[in-house]
T-cell receptor
Framework: EAGVVQSPRYKIIEKKQPVAFWCNPI?????LYWYLQNLGQGPELLIR????????DSQLPKDRFSAERLKGVDSTLKIQPAELGDSAVYLC??????????????FGPGTRLTVL | AQSVSQHNHHVILSEAASLELGCNYS??????LFWYVQYPGQHLQLLLK??????LVKGIKGFEAEFIKSKFSFNLRKPSVQWSDTAEYFC??????????FGKGTRLHILP
């Protein structure tokens, strides 16, 4: 089974430029997550989708960040304009709703963003 | 607010030494607990999980963790580490609303 796919793996941009990250979850996983991971920190949730609906975007800085998952499959996270402090790894994860009380999340390799 | 605290940011051990990584969380309700591992150059992957039942859970590669509710702890253990266990380890807590909070991680270096 293919894992969570993310692209690009690395991105270097200048500040104030826009940037977009793409994620394709594991087939059949209807829940998709975007996380931000700063150096030396654990992942922090930005947004969670159930199918095409954003059910938790409370941690997404909406002035510059946006996300979409139009057909409930792959997703795009955008930053416009990027700031120096946005340099980090952006992780995508997906899960499948099961009968247990939690849903195991499967992570992609991440996109490492460097803003100059 | 929910939080997860990992006591050790950086641990260095020799091969065959015993390992215990501390994890404490703050949340009053029912939680699900996880340890994730990230080997150098690889994705985050699930090491083990607890959501109910036996508080001593066993995971992959000889790891285990014990949930002690009274101490709000979920420490990770391995009796004898190997060089290949060099990685970063993250404790995480998920509450009933599916919010998952990660700790800051512990970098483990095993000396051959």
């Amino acid at each position: 089974e293919a894992g969570v796919v993310q692209s690009p793996r690395y991105k270097i941009i200048e500040k104030k430029q826009p940037v977009a990250f793409w994620c394709n979850p594991i087939s059949g996983h209807n829940t998709l997550y975007w996380y931000l991971q700063n150096l030396g920190q654990g992942p922090e949730l930005l947004i969670r989708y159930e199918n095409e609906e954003a059910v938790d975007d409370s941690q997404l800085p909406k002035d510059r960040f946006s996300a979409e998952r139009l057909k409930g499959v792959d997703s795009t996270l955008k930053i416009q304009p990027a700031e120096l402090g946005d340099s980090a790894v952006y992780l995508c994860a997906s899960s499948f709703p099961g009968t247990e009380t939690y849903n195991e999340q499967f992570f992609g390799p991440g996109t490492r963003l460097t803003v100059l | 607010a929910q939080s997860v605290s990992q006591h050790n940011h950086h641990v260095i051990l020799s091969e065959a030494a015993s390992l215990e990584l501390g994890c404490n969380y703050s949340y009053g309700g029912t939680v699900n607990l996880f340890w994730y591992v990230q080997y150098p150059g690889q994705h985050l992957q699930l090491l083990l999980k607890y959501f109910s039942g036996d508080p001593l859970v066993k995971g992959i590669k000889g790891f285990e963790a014990e949930f002690i509710k009274s101490k709000f702890s979920f420490n990770l253990r391995k009796p004898s580490v190997q060089w290949s266990d060099t990685a970063e380890y993250f404790c995480a807590v998920m509450s009933r609303d599916d919010k998952i909070i990660f700790g800051k991680g512990t970098r483990l270096h095993i000396l051959p």
